[in-house]
């Protein structure tokens, strides 16, 4: 199977699972059947300005480090006969899938991120709706960013490797992802002990390097992360705050 | 000198009663030598605790001294010595209880142990 192939059948897996589920908790099942078909590649859900772009990669997120330090895009395009390939695979999905145009935007050999970025109308519609029906953790997030605009330089949600931000735009996250990024691999990693509870109902709050009032707090639902990045907020008020609006 | 340390979470736990239980972990081990609180708790449990503070201090990385971990049950905090002690402090407190005070009467408990206080 290629990986065009792995692509295509994880898109209509996406589709089916779309068709079949539809309800609330679909992102989580969304991003673990991504995830599922298409390892040991890994992706990034972008939402930015409406618009939703999977990319695909083979390397860990982190890897935006040595990408922003490099001045590379995170999907720098690829070849013209890798886009009619990946074109031509895509024109068999929306075949088979409720899609009715493919937007392909792919990267691939040299560039920082070995994969393929897919813009998908329909798709785009569905999976938006879908961030949208998470009523508990986005619309808490999000919430917390609106009362707090001035702290919150960035908030985004993350399954696996995948990443949907909520507030601040691409170049927020690249600049804060490489200090986050490191953090939640050592909070999520299988040993340690805060895991479990992170990942069903729990939030932790850290300072934040290089430790002058910032944090990051993380909140958990079933299968899904979400984060904030925040300035000028300790963690013990960030996290006075987080509560105060969860009661609420 | 163990029983003045004891001493020393006992008179926290009454000057904060938010904190239901009070627990000094060497982090180096990841054993707990010392705790005191109206919850109690089997020994393999607050062994684990020790090893949530390793690991949420690891978490939190080398520059933090705390961090604070929240579930629907409770509200931990962990505050680690600053100087090179390898002791923390973790704190359970009731969910909706504020972190803020906690934290600063945490730093001030910690530093007041010396790396050798816990000698027998």
Redesign the interface.
Known sequence: MTNIDRICATLNVVARVGAVTGGVRDLPTLLEAFNRTILPRRFLLQHKRGEISFLVSNRRLHRMEHASARGLPWNRPLGAEHRADVGKALLSLCAAAPLDRVDVTPCGPGAPFDGLGIAAPDLIAFVGSSVAALPDLQTRIVDFARRHPEQVEASFLMAEDAIATLTGNEEDIERVFPSVSDMLDRATAPTCSLTASLETDGALAVPRPPYDDGSFLIAGEVGLLGVLVLRDLPATDAMAHWRTAQVA | MAEAAHDMLRAFCTANPSCALLALSDLRVGTMLLAHGELTYPQEYLD?VS??AR??L????A??????????ES?RLVVRETRPSDLALTAFAP??A???PL?EALRQLVASFAPNALAA
């Open positions: 684990a090893c949530f690991d949420a690891t978490v939190a990385g520059g933090a001294d705390h961090m604070i971990f929240c579930t629907p509200t969910p909706d504020d972190p803020r934290l």
